[in-house]
């Protein structure tokens, strides 16, 4: 049997003493960096997963803001024309305003786009609802009652004829015969139909360019497929409305060019009012196409 006098007991126990000093922290340290390691994986990962929650939250909003979309096309009826039908009617309707616009304020050698307000004003209220009151407060500045006058007794002429004879027949400045069936009776104005049409959609593209967690490759992903709902018509007739002081925020919140929502309007078919190319440019501030 081996017995140690206390002096050995004690130095043993310095040893013992310093050795664990000595590795104590050589082992804690990993140990910290591991448990801290632990700690930020948990952690990043639980921001993953309120991440990946709030990506999902924010397309069931939008899912259901575009099915609220394809309900309010659907829903849109002029007479015994509904859906989408409706757009491509509007337009002819609106494009007979324009040109009859431009007759009626020859003489006076208004701006395209100041043609276009005016004759976008009229579709979309229509003859009725006090339009000369509304156009003549607006443009106070400028002498044209008389030409909004004439304009506005000529439509209703042709409404009236319409009413009666399901069609208009004149002879244009060219002396032309000219003849427009409608199928609706027209220049009633559009406000029903396209006030709520046009401020979904609004709110919809607005939903996506203010969405904070996605950043703008991928906002312009759900940019192109909420557009890719919409027809040539209603590209077009959005157009319209955009360049007017009723839509002008499409045109400076950037819809129209940085997230290039008309990327396929069919601009070649607009040779009337203001062209697309000339008012919006080719590119934007990316230096990106801005129409196909």
Known sequence: MVFYSN???ESIGIIGDTVGGILSPIFAVPA???TFLAFWVQ?????EVQYQF???QFESQLYEMIRLYRNNVEEIS???ISGRKCFARMLDEFKFIYYETEYYFRDKELEEILLNEISYYIFYFGVGNNIKEILYAKYQNININDNIDNLITRLEKYKGEHIMENKIIFYDDRNILREYNFHYIPFKGHISRLGHYFRHLFQTVSYIVDCEIIDEKTKY???KLLRAQLSNYELILLYFNGITD???DWVERGYFTDYKFLKNLPYQLINYSVNPLEYLGELNNN???IFD
Do not use: W
Not at 43 to 47: E, H, I, L, V
């Open 7 to 9: 002096d050995k007991l």
């Open 32 to 34: 910290t960096i591991l």
């Open 43 to 47: 952690f990043k990962a639980n921001q």
């Open 54 to 56: 709030k990506i999902q």
């Open 78 to 80: 002029i007479g015994k």
């Open 221 to 223: 992903k759900y940019i």
């Open 246 to 248: 009723m839509g002008i």
């Open 287 to 289: 230096g990106e196409k």
